[in-house]
Nanobody
Framework: QVQLVESGGGLVQAGGSLRLSCAAS????????MAWYRQAPGKERELVAS???????NYADSVKGRFTISRDKAKNTLYLQMNSLKPEDTAMYYC???????RGQGTQVTVSS
């Protein structure tokens, strides 16, 4: 079982950047695929990005070219670098290991126009 704690959310203007972090406990982090999801009020949950234990990445079309998922195995930490943020990126962001059922508590990202 992996325990996940997200941080790095906040309020940012459109066009700005944020980097989300997800600290993972447990030695299995290094062999698990990981993912970032987001959910906004009244909207469906979206798989934003995923990364395999070998470093292969995948992105939702809505964030391709703007977001980058990465992981630091030495620090047991997952990251989501978010650039060129848009108001429609406003949501609660969750890291997961890698399914929705294995998520952290989330961190709020709010992008003002």
């Amino acid at each position: 079982q992996v325990q996940l704690v997200e941080s790095g959310g906040g309020l940012v203007q459109a066009g700005g950047s944020l980097r989300l972090s997800c600290a993972a406990s447990g030695s299995v982090f290094n062999i698990k695929d990981m993912a970032w999801y987001r959910q906004a009020p009244g909207k469906e949950r979206e798989l934003v990005a995923s990364i395999t234990s070998g470093g292969f990445t995948n992105y939702a079309d809505s964030v391709k070219g703007r977001f980058t998922i990465s992981r630091d195995k030495a620090k047991n930490t997952l990251y989501l670098q978010m650039n060129s943020l848009k108001p429609e990126d406003t949501a609660m962001y969750y890291c997961a290991a890698p399914s929705w059922a294995q998520r952290g508590q989330g961190t709020q990202v709010t992008v003002s126009s």
